[in-house]
């Protein structure tokens, strides 16, 4: 039976209780969306508008937001100051000239997500009597981010191996590394602490080699990200005028300044870590140290991306932190194992050789349980969040990736229940150090597939429409709304007498629309008076969520009709 360490028992204990995230409301867009503009896609207006103004479902941030609009002459007839509204961040609007005339116009958008995705669009319209239908395929209003930069890909990955060697190096030789315990004295701790060098005489490189590259991935994120929010070129995303409107209205520019402090910092915890100068005391705080300053660096980076843009952003910022930390955890020390280990004790008999590594392995064991834990229980909540119709694993990029990436979770297991199998015999050390290289480069192409997930976007719940009867006295009100999605759909209402036969007479019907998130607005439609039921509009749902809908009819003798219905928009049931 393996035996987990005090630490490692409470490790699992907490990461256990994280599948309790899945309490709490998710709802999770991964790119902001149209959700309302004005004018509308294609719209033929009578007389020119003086403004254009675009909501989303979401806050967008201020940076790199631009708006164009231009005649058919390519001429622009906007200001050339678009802002967000005022008053609502998920709102952006540009001012027109005076005085355009009659023709087809063009806007063309481009904002930035609260997940630092920036998305763009074309929307055309017209004004008066042009050309009846605007047809410019290249027109089409298209939004989202486009292909994801592969050096951001890169970058990314860099970062979680950098990351991963510098948790799995301290981690390891702080509290998995045989003979560092704190129940022995001093002298001998110390002792332990000047041989180390010479026990594991790769370790030094490895744990400045994740520096190193955990400090070159965040230096050269920034202009990366700058560029592609901007729309420019990676040349131009070095120049100061972009550089300094991502530090100052991005969030990810604001993350960058603090992880730069961060790494600037930890470069100093590492000198004293490495430091045979000072006491074995000294050393091991600064040990743990630098391990809260990466573990900041990986706090840091969970609150940009797809945590950021959730509705919940809080939950979900610790479950990414989490499930990075214990990916880097378990990956880091794998490295640990598979590349100091095997030139590990040179000087030692091979007998007490063998040993060191069967005891590595075993108390890695206890830890890695609880990283699988923890990997599993953020995983879940994570797929829950961001892929709400399972459907959407087999039908979008971002589901195919995660599925491929949870497959590799599971090779890696594998191998690793092989390990600590391997770890009881003395004769299977040799065959243990060649699947630990194997599980190791798993491991590296799941943080690949990890950076690949950053620059995807998450599929969407597929609408499905609503239909409900609710009995109102001696009539039944009948409800439908098709799509059922953020954005125009259609509402239809149909009242019938106790018969099942249509009343006859209506005056007017009007639906009132009640969210159940606070923040949102209420909405208010009458639908046009028909001969003949049923009675039809088309509205706008502004967002996902539960709303109380509530059904108002007059009949020809004035009598009410009232009924209320629960509509859940998107992926909430």
């Known amino acids: 039976m393996l035996h987990l360490s005090r630490p490692a028992r409470a490790a699992c204990l907490l990461l256990l209780c994280l599948p309790l995230l899945l309490l709490f409301p998710h709802l999770s867009w991964a790119h902001a969306f149209i959700v309302e503009s004005s004018p509308t896609e294609n719209q033929v207006l009578d007389k020119p508008p003086s403004q254009v103004k675009i909501t989303f479902n979401e806050n967008l941030q201020s940076a790199f937001m ?13 200001t050339g100051k678009a802002r967000l509204h005022p008053e609502h961040e998920d709102t952006m609007e540009i001012k027109l000239i005076p ?3 009659n ?18 669009g074309v929307i ?3 004004v008066g009597n042009g050309s009846n239908a605007y047809t410019d395929p290249a027109a089409a209003t298209s939004e989202g981010s486009g292909a994801s930069r592969l050096d951001l890909i890169a970058t990314r990955w860099l970062l979680y191996i950098g990351l991963s060697l510098l948790l799995g190096a301290l981690c390891f030789r702080l509290l998995i590394l045989p003979g560092t315990d704190q129940s022995k004295d001093t002298s001998e701790r110390q002792k332990h602490d000047q041989q180390t060098d010479i026990t594991l005489p790769r370790w030094s490189a490895l744990l400045w080699s994740g520096y190193g590259i955990t400090s070159a991935a965040i230096l050269i994120s920034l202009p990366l990200q700058a560029s592609w929010d901007a729309g420019v070129s990676i040349g131009q995303g070095f120049s100061f005028p972009i550089l300094g409107e991502a530090l100052q209205f991005t969030g990810a520019g604001q993350i960058w300044f603090i992880q730069m402090i961060l790494v600037l910092v930890l470069s100093v915890a590492l000198i004293y870590t490495l430091d045979h100068s000072i006491s074995s005391r000294q050393r091991h705080l600064w040990g743990y140290g630098s391990v809260v300053l990466t573990l900041g660096l990986m706090l840091s980076k969970a609150f940009i991306g797809h945590p950021a843009a959730a509705t919940h952003p809080a939950p979900a910022i610790a479950a990414d932190f989490v499930h990075l930390a214990a990916a880097a ?5 794998l490295a640990v194992m598979a590349l100091c280990l095997p030139a590990a004790g040179p000087e030692l008999p091979v007998s007490e050789r063998a040993a060191l590594r069967q005891a590595a392995l075993r108390r890695f064991a206890g830890w890695g349980i609880a990283m699988v834990a923890a990997l599993l229980a953020t995983g879940i909540y994570g797929a829950v969040l961001y892929v709400p119709a399972p459907s959407l694993l087999l039908n979008t990029s971002y589901g195919l990736v995660l599925l491929g990436k949870a497959a590799l979770l599971l090779v890696m297991l594998a191998f690793a229940a092989s390990q600590f199998r391997s770890a009881r015999q003395a004769a299977a050390a040799k065959r243990a150090a060649g699947g630990l290289r194997t599980e190791l480069s798993i491991g590296l192409l799941v943080l690949l597939l990890a950076a690949v997930l950053t620059h995807l976007s998450p599929g969407q719940a597929p609408a499905v429409p609503f239909e409900e009867t609710r009995t109102a006295g001696e009539y039944n009100v009948t409800l439908a709304v098709s799509p059922n999605a953020v954005g125009s759909n259609e509402f239809k209402v149909t009242v019938r007498d106790a018969k099942g036969a249509t009343v006859q007479g209506i005056q007017q019907v009007t639906l009132t629309l009640v969210p159940d998130a606070p923040d949102k607005s209420r909405q208010e439609f009458v639908l046009p008076a028909r001969q003949q039921q049923p009675f039809l509009t088309q509205e706008l749902l502004t967002a996902e969520g539960t709303w109380t809908v509530q059904v ?4 020809a003798s004035l009598d009410a009709v009232d009924a209320e219905f629960t509509l859940h928009v998107g992926a909430v049931k």
């Open 66 to 78: 631009s708006m164009k609009v231009t005649d058919e002459t390519g001429k622009r007839v906007d």
């Open 99 to 101: 005085g355009m005339k």
């Open 552 to 555: 108002h009819a007059l009949t």
């Open 329 to 333: 955890f378990w990956i880091g020390s």
């Open 103 to 120: 023709g087809i116009y063009t806007v063309n958008w481009r904002a930035l997500s609260a997940d630092g995705h920036p998305v763009n």
């Open 124 to 126: 055309p319209f017209q």
